[in-house]
């Protein structure tokens, strides 16, 4: 073999990268190189150093065989990007298609903030966030980049009304649910207020004693009062504790949010319910009343209340007298107070008692009129024999009362209604509410009574009477009824009259029956007593005929009574036609 083909050429060629080794040289070089590589794993967080910027990308050395790329777009969160920032990014993909690396820094904050996020569950850790925007039920706010839910419940303690004063602020909450399903995330403010309350609450309930006076927030109002949060602490501020004065709604005088002084007025065992008092702090409004006030004195005040027995006046706030409805009117008639006075009327009174040390007042309003009895004119005007109409007010069973004026009142008895009409109850007669004309029969200015009649007003037509139905006059009478004792009559002028049992017998001895029409004869006539006493069976038999004499003052269940006019019994024995004429034409005009 020639010189030539034995020369090593390996021995003096330039040698390339990665050439002029042998193969075992070759293998030992790579091992070498490898071992100075970092081992990465798809869909993981590692930190990686930025070795270049460029108007589109960063690049990233994670200690891979290559560097990644991550968009520049990624990084706007931070002020600037440089050579030499560690920054975490996630292993998207170790080669793709091209032999790049594929890094995510988004991804790598997505996946770093549920590890945060469930770290804060976990361990309860208090995270800060950014509130984003306000949605239904509550806020949105950003904690690492995630959205999480924040409930309305969950802001405050107290309720809030206004949840866009927290959009764009800072706010430290707590992690309270994860639901990686939807990956929703559920966060509470609530809950770190509430722990610095509960050494509020401790050391408010330690120290808490009646009388003492605090400052509150008013969180919440009712038509029965407020309630005040004391610090962790609610109490309830009675509507009728706010004021002296009385009010309809807490809304009247307070707001909500408003802070107010108040004092403790009860609490029981558990200090689980506390009692507050505002009014309290101020001096009582009748230990300033005027030392001038006194009984008959003259008041002005405004009418708060309107009940069923009588008007609260309020001299001032806290100072009310009570005016009863019998002293709104002279009249003895009771009215609904309402008839008189309605809330808010501003008018004026007399004071009729006045107790300062239990702080009560009676007033009256009529004793600003004078009394209509104690009228010089009353002798002259209610004058026995005068005439006057005046209203029935009220009906009982021996008459009825009738008002003539304001606290003018008389007294018409049954018996004085009707001359001719026997009346067991005015109600027969009139109605509450009805006009009647009376003459005055009796006047008692003392005693402030007033006897009236009605029937007085035209004469007494018994006396026509006595010579129509003379003892012996026969006329014709309808039965109306019967019982044990005997029949009432229908008789002539609308009268009745009446027959015992053993005049009812007829002459062929059957007894007279209701509704038959038959001739009777007077037996007994009482002007007085207005009792006609008659006889069918005097028509047939002389033993029964009635005796020619007076007739005894005495009243019995025959007396006369009210009964339909009927026409003249065809009959009728009179002994004087012309009275019973003139007598027929002044009913006839009655009717």
């Given at each position: ?14 040698k390339g990268f990665g050439e002029g080794y042998s193969k075992e040289e070759r293998a030992q070089m790579a091992a070498m190189y490898e071992d100075t590589l970092?081992?990465i794993t798809e869909k993981e967080v590692i930190k990686g150093t930025v070795v270049g910027v460029n108007d589109k990308d960063v690049i990233i050395n994670v ?122 995330v559920v966060v509470s403010h609530k809950v770190l207020i509430e722990k610095d309350l509960e050494k509020q609450k401790a050391e408010i309930l330690n120290n ?384």
């Amino acid at each position: 073999m020639s010189k030539q083909e034995d020369f090593n050429w390996d021995s003096i060629e330039t040698k390339g990268f990665g050439e002029g080794y042998s193969k075992e040289e070759r293998a030992q070089m790579a091992a070498m190189y490898e071992d100075t590589l970092g081992t990465i794993t798809e869909k993981e967080v590692i930190k990686g150093t930025v070795v270049g910027v460029n108007d589109k990308d960063v690049i990233i050395n994670v200690g891979f065989k290559s560097d990644g790329l991550v968009p520049l777009s990624e990084f706007r969160d931070l002020e600037s990007i440089n050579v030499g920032d560690t920054v975490e990014v996630f292993i998207e993909e170790q080669e793709n298609s091209l032999g790049q690396l594929i890094l995510s820094r988004k991804k790598a904050k997505i996946v770093r903030a549920w590890k945060d996020i469930e770290d804060a569950l976990e361990f309860d850790n208090v995270i800060e966030g950014l509130v984003k925007r306000r949605t239904k039920g509550g806020l949105i706010v950003d904690i690492y980049g995630v959205e999480a839910f924040l409930p309305g419940s969950q802001i405050d303690v107290k309720p809030i009304r206004d949840f866009d004063i927290y959009v764009g602020k800072k706010m430290e909450v707590k992690v309270v649910k994860i639901n990686h399903a939807n990956d929703n995330v559920v966060v509470s403010h609530k809950v770190l207020i509430e722990k610095d309350l509960e050494k509020q609450k401790a050391e408010i309930l330690n120290n808490l004693e009646k009388g003492q006076v605090l400052e509150g927030v008013i969180k919440n109002m009712t038509n029965f009062g407020v309630f005040i949060d004391l610090g962790g602490v609610d109490g309830l501020l009675h509507i009728t504790d706010i004021s002296w004065g009385r009010i309809n709604h807490p809304e009247e005088v307070l707001q909500l949010d408003q802070k107010v002084q108040i004092v403790v007025l009860d609490f029981d065992d558990d200090k689980k319910r506390i009692s507050l008092g505002m009014k309290q702090l101020t001096a009582h409004p009748w230990d300033s009343l005027a030392s001038s006030l006194e009984i008959g004195s003259r008041v002005k005040g405004k009418i708060v209340n309107v009940a069923d027995y009588g008007a609260f006046l309020e001299l001032a706030p806290g100072v009310e007298g009570l005016i009863h409805v019998s002293e709104m009117s002279w009249s003895q008639h009771l009215r609904n107070p309402a008839d008189f006075v309605k809330v808010s009327d501003e008018i004026e009174a007399v004071v009729l008692t006045l107790d300062k040390d239990d702080r009560k007042m009676s007033l009256g309003i009529k004793q600003l009129t004078e009394d209509p009895w104690t009228k010089n004119d009353m002798g002259t005007k209610y004058a026995v024999g005068s005439k006057h109409t005046g209203v029935v007010r009220n009906l009982t069973n021996f008459g009825l009362f009738l008002e003539l004026e304001e606290g003018i009142d008389g007294l018409v008895h049954v018996s004085d209604l009707s001359w001719t009409k026997k009346i067991k109850h005015p109600s027969e007669f009139v109605k509450v509410g009805d006009e009647l004309a009376v003459a005055v029969l009796e006047l008692d200015v003392d005693n402030r009574r007033l006897a009236l009649g009605h029937k007085q007003l035209e004469e007494n037509p018994w006396d026509t009477f006595e010579s129509v139905f003379p003892i012996g006059s026969e006329h014709k009478c309808t039965v109306v009824s019967k019982n044990d004792k005997g029949a009432v009559l229908e008789l002539p002028y609308g009268l009745e009259g009446f027959a015992t049992v053993k005049n009812l017998e007829k002459e062929d001895g059957s007894q007279v029956e209701v509704g038959e029409s038959l001739d009777f004869k007077v037996s007994e006539f009482s002007k007085d007593d207005k009792r006609i006493v008659l006889s069918h069976t005097a028509m047939f038999r002389e033993d029964a005929k009635p005796a020619k004499k007076e007739a005894k003052k005495k009243s019995d269940s025959g007396s006369a009574s009210t009964s339909t006019s009927s026409a003249p019994a065809e009959k009728s024995t009179l002994g004087d036609l012309d009275a019973l004429t003139q007598l027929k034409e002044q009913m006839e005009g009655k009717k």
